[in-house]
Nanobody, 119 residues
Framework: QLQASGGGLVQAGGSLRLSCAAS????????MGWCRQAPGKERDLVAR???????NYADSVKGRFTISRDNAKNTVYLQMSSLKPEDTAIYYC???????????????WGQGTQVTVSS
């Protein structure tokens, strides 16, 4: 349902753009977002965007990361700039979406994409 891409290895101060496309008979997508999980740590929210475009960010990424979405493509993006080694983690996209034939929206997770920032 959700396919993430765009992770990789980058030096500190660099940039990466993550993408996550939803597919499969989608009627409507509500919130979309990104979480991350570093080794030995819990999965934490990075950024979230509502269907109306309202965004919120973790304090640790404010001013460096930008979340956006293309509703025509059912895709959410995470532009990451001024990356730091502490941003190293597996990044997971998520979405609350409603499929055709379903009466209720359901939450889905993407498969995760590794982001590694070297110092």
């Amino acid at each position: 349902q959700l396919q993430a891409s765009g992770g990789g290895l980058v030096q500190a101060g660099g940039s990466l753009r993550l993408s996550c496309a939803a597919s499969g008979g989608i009627f409507r997508i509500n919130n979309m977002g990104w979480c991350r999980q570093a080794p030995g740590k819990e999965r934490d929210l990075v950024a979230r965007i509502t269907g109306g475009g309202i965004t919120n960010y973790a304090d640790s990424v404010k001013g460096r990361f930008t979340i956006s979405r293309d509703n025509a493509k059912n895709t959410v993006y995470l532009q990451m700039s001024s990356l730091k080694p502490e941003d190293t983690a597996i990044y997971y996209c998520n979405a609350i979406l409603q499929q055709y034939g379903s009466s209720l929206p359901t939450g889905y997770w993407g498969q995760g994409t590794q982001v590694t920032v070297s110092s």
